[in-house]
């Protein structure tokens, strides 16, 4: 081989080495162009749930969907869950990208536009266990501070820490109606809703408790707070007495036994004067149920309480109408007074047959009656005014002809 030939053949290395190695760099730097390109925003959801992340079945999706399409059909408020895994490759663990995405999809996605900017925007991001809502103008003077940070801290955040993702998405699309004083709230629509696809909130427990043990050695102050837990716990059940009323009369309710101790003419009328710190012989509340149940079909129960510990009056009603089975009225018009005479708070359920016939402002205007006369006058003379109003409406719409 002559040495013209070795030069031609080192050449031709040379030559595909090096296109070799251009087309290796080419291949590089457009992987990390690709790598640094952010991801796409993506596309609003046909109906009012995005699970990118996948962690939600069949009946979880339309659970929440159905719940969130039948309260935009009552009020124009849009509410949309959103789940991803992250927000892209730029910063993927600081909540400010995962911030400005959601900011982002609120405003791609147009949530909200279609009346007066009233929508709402819940992102969930399973990589770092963050949680934020995006609201619209038209929604900022219903959702205060302290009702998002509930929604979001004491709610979404705390199942994502509790590795419970899909509990996450079903309690805040809840709350989030829940804040905004959904009418599927007031009249109990919203659980039987999530009951047709097999969700019980019940089952879902959401656990507040933040605090992890930290030292053993502090086993014995863990034990000293658990004594006194249990201490408050007891008294709390003792001082959280209820008295359930009906036309027959009324009796009381103890939290530890599920037997009603019911009282006789006499001792009615002493425990009476006992538990509303008053001199009433005899209840104006069973006596306004008597008359308002003697004129219509209807059904009226009054439930008082004066437990230390409730923020939401309403989840109470819930559980006492299920409990003392006002459904089973043969027309479903059923009504439930309730009120905690301690936190000056209260709560007026319907069944689905009074509710088809009265307007939401008709419950609003009992509300805010109720609220001006429990400051205003005597509690139990306000309670009885509220029951004779009820019965009215019972009375035209479901006169005891019906019955």
Do not use: C
């Not at 080495?17 to 925003?41: D, E, V, Y």
């Not at 699970?51 to 339309?62: F, N, V, W």
């Not at 609201?135 to 509930?150: F, S, V």
């Not at 009656?369 to 009820?390: D, G, K, P």
Request: no cysteine; net charge positive; glycine share 6%.
């Amino acid at each position: 081989m002559t040495a013209g030939a070795t030069t031609i053949i080192l050449n031709r290395m040379v030559s595909k080495f090096i296109l070799l190695s251009l087309g290796s760099l080419s291949l590089l730097i457009g992987m990390i162009t690709f790598a640094g390109t952010p991801r796409q925003l993506p596309p609003r959801p046909d109906y009012y749930v995005l699970d990118e992340a996948h962690i939600l079945d069949g009946r979880s999706i339309h659970a929440i969907e159905s719940l969130l399409t039948e309260h935009d059909r009552l009020t124009n408020e849009q509410a949309i869950i959103a789940i991803f895994k992250n927000a892209g490759h730029i910063s993927p663990q600081s909540p400010n990208s995962e911030k400005e995405w959601t900011h982002r999809l609120f405003v791609e996605w147009k949530i909200g536009k279609r009346h007066h900017d009233e929508g709402i925007l819940l992102t969930i991001f399973l990589d770092t266990g963050h949680a934020f809502l995006k609201i619209g103008y038209g929604l900022e003077p219903k959702l205060t501070d302290i009702q998002t940070e509930e929604i979001l801290d004491r709610t979404v955040i705390a199942h994502l820490l509790h590795k419970n993702p899909k509990a996450a998405a079903i309690w805040g699309s809840y709350r989030i109606i829940e804040a905004l004083v959904s009418p599927l709230i007031q009249n109990g629509k919203a659980l039987e809703i999530l009951r047709r696809d097999d969700i019980d909130l019940n089952t879902i427990v959401i656990d507040d408790a933040y605090e992890r043990p930290t030292e053993n050695s502090g086993a014995w102050l863990v034990l000293f707070f658990l004594g006194l837990l249990l201490i408050a716990f007891v008294l709390y059940q003792i001082l959280s007495r209820e008295a359930h009323f009906t036309a027959k009369g009324w009796y009381l309710e103890y939290p530890w036994s599920k037997r009603h101790v019911k009282k006789g003419a006499s001792a009615l009328a002493e425990k009476n004067a006992k538990f509303f710190a008053n001199r009433e012989p005899h209840s104006p509340i069973v006596e306004a149920i008597r008359l308002a149940e003697k004129s219509s079909s209807g059904r009226i129960r009054v439930h008082i309480s004066k437990r230390w510990m409730e923020k939401d009056p309403t989840r109470r009603a819930q559980q006492i109408f299920v409990q003392h089975k006002m459904t089973e009225n043969p027309l479903r018009n059923s009504i439930l007074l309730y009120v905690n005479l301690r936190k000056r708070k209260f709560a007026i359920l319907g069944d689905v047959g009074i509710n088809r016939v009265v307007e939401l402002h008709y419950w609003q205007e009992m509300e805010l009656t109720l609220s001006e006369n429990l400051f205003s006058t005597q509690s139990e003379r306000a309670i009885a005014f509220t029951v004779t109003s009820l019965g009215q409406a019972l009375k035209k719409y479901f006169p005891s002809a019906l019955a």
